[in-house]
């Protein structure tokens, strides 16, 4: 897995008009329109990477890339191959990272002797953890409150909009307590999980709770924006409404006061949901695909490597149309 600020993630859509929509949609039409989106998207991420650095020759890579909506005429089509009609709506998301990102990862498994199976976007995993390519409903905004980011994924109607992350994750929080506090990183670390399981006595419960309470505000700053820029986004022109569903996860999302303040009305009001989003905690035992044995999987912060495995999964599994595809693509590009 993935992440941080120099991870783009998005959903790349081109509507392809076929000039004789009576003919069946051939593999080598799909492909076409697969290479089209992906030269897309790969132009799109480098601008955006240059005008975020500073640097405009910027080197990058893709990450992972998948298929996630294909529409015949307004229809949503799981494999188009062999059906007729106009305007296919081919939505792809991909993920590119600095290719000196990558170069680490690569250097790492390699000393460790294992097989790379894949690399992944960590929000793009988590955003499937609740369900499966056959999942058309599944709607809602994923919160991955990791140590040094936080990772938002958008899902509407089985569909990935797209991936954002910004620098702000639960090591600011212990920093902060460290500081006021005059501790160690270690001990406000310790103090910090303390207060969350509940664990401290009154007083200094209050304390840590007030410090918090500082960093919280700039954080739900953060998510604010994050979803400004989603709503802002090509997809959303049809339909600018945010799903009014919020799933927590992460180690962070244990500190009671981010449930708290993403349940207070004022950050979302001028945000476009149809009403206030209900916040939901990811568990362990809401990712059906996964047993786990060892009982040590118990909070919110095992779903993200629960995630990473549920998607191992779906790679090792029957590969669809789809994918296959997609794999012929990829190898005729360079990316």
Not at 8 to 35: F, N, V, Y
Request: aromatic fraction near 6%.
């Amino acid at each position: 897995g993935i992440a941080g600020e120099l991870v783009k993630g998005a959903t790349t859509t081109i509507t392809h008009t076929r000039k004789q929509p009576r003919q069946k949609i051939t593999e080598s039409e799909l492909r076409d329109m697969i290479a089209h989106v992906q030269a897309q998207a790969l132009e799109e991420s480098r601008k955006d990477l240059a005008w975020e650095t500073g640097h405009s020759a910027i080197d990058v890579k893709l990450v992972n890339s998948a298929i996630v909506n294909v529409r015949i005429d307004g229809y949503r089509i799981t494999n188009p191959i062999g059906f007729q009609g106009t305007h296919v709506d081919v939505s792809i998301y991909n993920s590119f990272a600095p290719i000196v990102h990558l170069g680490a990862i690569q250097t790492i498994i390699e000393s460790l002797e294992l097989h790379l199976l894949q690399v992944a976007a960590e929000p793009y995993a988590v955003s499937r953890c609740l369900g499966t390519e056959a999942s058309t409903d599944l709607s809602g905004i994923f919160i991955d409150i990791g140590g040094g980011t936080t990772d938002i994924a958008v899902v509407r109607s089985g569909g990935l909009e797209g991936t954002k992350m910004f620098a702000l994750g639960g090591r600011v929080f212990t920093k902060r307590i460290a500081d006021e506090l005059k501790v160690s990183f270690q001990e406000a670390e310790k103090l910090k999980l303390e207060y969350t399981a509940e664990k401290l006595e009154s007083e200094k419960r209050d304390k840590i709770a007030a410090i918090v309470a500082r960093d919280i505000e700039v954080w739900l700053s953060g998510v604010e924006l994050t979803l400004e820029e989603f709503s802002q986004g090509k997809r959303f022109e049809d339909n600018k409404l945010l799903p009014p569903q919020i799933y927590l996860c992460g180690g962070g999302s244990k500190l009671p006061e981010i449930q708290a303040a993403l349940k207070t009305k004022n950050w979302a009001k001028e945000l476009p949901f149809s009403r206030h989003p209900d916040i939901d905690t990811l568990h362990p035992n809401k990712i059906v695909t996964l047993t786990d044995e060892t009982k040590k999987l118990i909070d919110e912060a095992a779903i993200t490597p629960m995630a990473l495995g549920n998607l191992g999964i779906e790679l090792t599994g029957a590969e669809s149309v789809l994918d296959s595809v997609m794999e012929k693509v990829m190898a005729s590009l360079t990316v």
